[in-house]
């Protein structure tokens, strides 16, 4: 039998010859048709011609495909992507089915045996290659067009069999079940092929296992490379530099847990839901977007999404230039990634007002936690107290909590709210050692602990020892570097004071708590002598947060030493709407009153007119 039909989704003249392209090419026949032909010709012609049919009209043009040429018991099809062609040949696959269901429903009171209706069923083997062949109106041409055909011969009723150069375009369990089978020798052909079995994979995603509580104290993000709205091959690779440059952003906070760009990459163009591609990666949250270039101008879109409910977080769009992914710290992925870590860190904070505790996952309210912990007002802090309290509770082996307990109990002599120093610094470090006991290479757990030894005691030494454990164990632990600013600082080496601040936000440029980062940096400026640094750190700190009373202190000095005494006098009032009890006393009980910058400080409030007691 042969199809009339001329192929679908390709014009050209019959005599005229393509140039040689990368093309993939599917070629698939009926499983014993001449049995099949000759057990009942006519009614196997008119399956065929409905099947063949059906392929051209739906399946092909769905995948984005051309039939090269029909026969009376296979077909040819080329596709632009290995994707498609998988894809396309899953459907032939599912479409033969439907027709076996049919017709053996009217066969089955006819038929004398099961074997009868058995024989009478349509089933398709097919192969799949990628490789370069030149076409004209009535075939391909080229030795992977008949590797092609020599591949489908491995198949067995019903699957599909693909090329190495195929496979290596698919993802696993997304594009389908992929079988390794190992070289095959094919008839006429002199080198061993690497071929695969790819399986229909089911509707829905595969279930991953839930991580275990102690886990999930940090939310997961996938940032799927963006999707460009053209068809110019340069433009492609815009999509990957943005996700690789947001990665790179993402994982310097200690907040958040980033998928690999290895796995989110495998989604980007697919027609799979937030709710999906969480399910698969089990991501909390789902970053994509798109871009348009003209000019070598870009306009970006992008959405964060929650996985789950699909609620969009964060909907954004802005301009800027090609050329900006190429510079070491790109605005694009700056911007990207700073909205994106803000929002979360946003919602996950609020939803501690809105929801009880036991509703909560474990980061929310560590999030909420750690947030209400750096508010200015008391009853804030006190309830970030218990919300900390219950999660520790609640993740007994969780150093990170522990950790964060600990710098509560420094941030509560430190900021006047308790004047038992001895009390809060036993509480602290009962807290780090007993994070240390259960991970004894956490580096969050030593940089508070050196915090502790620096704020509440006064032991450099012993602050400057946890503080090299820490970055020994991890180099990049944005604290650690803080707070060997501020014990620089106290040991009147001003400058590395200076470096030091400035590398520990270089290493988490988004981190939610940037304001603290800056209040350290201000503090490094002024002991340092920098005021107009000084002035301008702090300034941008209160921006982030306004309620933050030592950043308030930091800037009334400053202006002080800058010679700015009536801008000083103008910021009193806001230190004093943080604390109105606040006086130059109270002020030197609750630290060192022996450390130079407290010294510096109080002499700065004394000019502007604080209440000496």
Request: hydrophobic share 40%; proline share 4%.
């Amino acid at each position: 039998m042969t199809d009339n039909m001329e192929p679908t989704g390709f014009n050209m003249d019959a005599d005229t010859l393509a140039p040689s392209e990368l093309r993939v090419v599917l070629v698939c026949d009926v499983v014993e048709s001449v049995r099949w032909m000759e057990q009942d010709e006519d009614n196997a012609v008119t399956r065929w011609q409905a099947f063949t049919q059906h392929v051209r009209s739906t399946i092909v043009p769905a995948h984005g495909g051309s039939v090269v040429k029909s026969t009376g018991d296979g077909m040819m099809i080329e596709f632009p992507t290995a994707r498609g062609a998988v894809q396309a040949a899953a459907a032939m696959h599912g479409q033969a089915a439907v027709d076996n269901a049919k017709h053996a429903a009217l066969e089955e009171n006819g038929a004398s045996n099961i074997n009868e209706v058995q024989a009478h069923q349509l089933q398709l083997r097919t192969g799949i290659h990628e490789t370069q062949a030149r076409r004209d109106a009535h075939d391909l041409y080229g030795h992977g067009v008949n590797l092609a055909a020599r591949i489908s011969t491995l198949a067995g009723p019903g699957e599909t069999i693909v090329s190495a150069p195929v496979r290596d375009r698919l993802t696993d369990s997304l594009d389908g079940d992929i079988e390794d089978m190992g070289e095959c020798y094919l008839k006429h052909v002199s080198e061993p092929q690497r071929v695969y079995r790819v399986g229909m994979t089911s509707a829905e995603p595969i279930l991953r296992p839930q991580r275990e509580y102690a886990e999930l104290l940090q939310p997961t993000i996938a940032v799927i490379p963006f999707e460009a709205r053209s068809n110019l091959p340069e433009h492609f690779a815009i999509g990957e530099l943005i996700a690789d440059g947001v990665i790179a952003q993402l994982s310097q906070s200690g907040s958040l847990k980033v998928i690999s760009r290895l796995s989110s990459t495998a989604f980007r163009e697919r027609d799979f839901s937030a709710c999906q591609v969480s399910t698969y990666l089990n991501a909390t949250y789902i970053l994509s977007g798109a871009y348009v270039v003209i000019d070598q101008r870009m306009l970006i879109n992008f959405e964060l999404t929650l996985g789950k409910t699909q609620e969009v977080v964060l909907a954004h769009r802005f301009t800027s230039v090609v050329a900006d992914l190429f510079e070491p710290k790109s605005e694009i992925c700056l911007t990207v990634a700073g909205l994106s870590h803000t929002a979360i860190f946003e919602r996950e904070s609020k939803r501690i007002e809105l929801q009880p505790l036991p509703s909560l996952q474990g980061y929310s309210v560590l999030l909420g936690g750690i947030n209400a912990m750096h508010q200015s007002s008391q009853r804030q802090f006190q309830t970030s107290k218990q919300i900390l309290d219950y999660l520790n509770d609640r993740y007994p082996r969780s150093a990170q909590t522990k950790a964060w307990l600990a710098k509560w109990h420094v941030f509560s002599s430190v900021r006047g709210f308790s004047l038992d120093r001895k009390l809060e610094a036993g509480a602290a470090l009962e807290h780090t050692r007993r994070a240390l006991d259960i991970d004894s290479r956490c580096s969050l757990a030593l940089s508070m602990e050196a915090f502790v030894y620096t704020h509440l005691i006064g032991d450099m030494e012993a602050a400057e020892s946890r503080l090299q454990q820490a970055l020994q164990i991890n180099p990049n632990e944005s604290m650690a570097w803080l707070f060997k600013s501020v014990v620089s600082s106290m040991q009147e080496a001003t400058e590395r004071a200076v470096s030091e601040s400035e590398y520990a936000s270089m290493l988490s440029p988004i981190d939610p708590l940037a304001y603290f980062y800056d209040s350290i940096a201000a503090s490094a400026a002024l002991s340092a002598g920098y005021f107009q640094k000084a002035i301008t750190t702090s300034e941008r700190s209160l921006r982030k947060n306004g309620q933050h009373s030592p950043t308030v202190r930091v800037l009334i000095t400053a202006q002080v030493e800058s010679g700015d005494i009536e801008a000083a006098r103008k910021t009193l009032p806001k230190l004093l709407a943080l604390q109105p009890d606040l006086t130059v006393t109270s002020y030197l009980k609750a630290g060192g009153s022996q450390n130079k910058t407290r010294i510096q400080c109080a002499r700065a409030l004394r000019i502007v007119g604080l209440a000496e007691s």
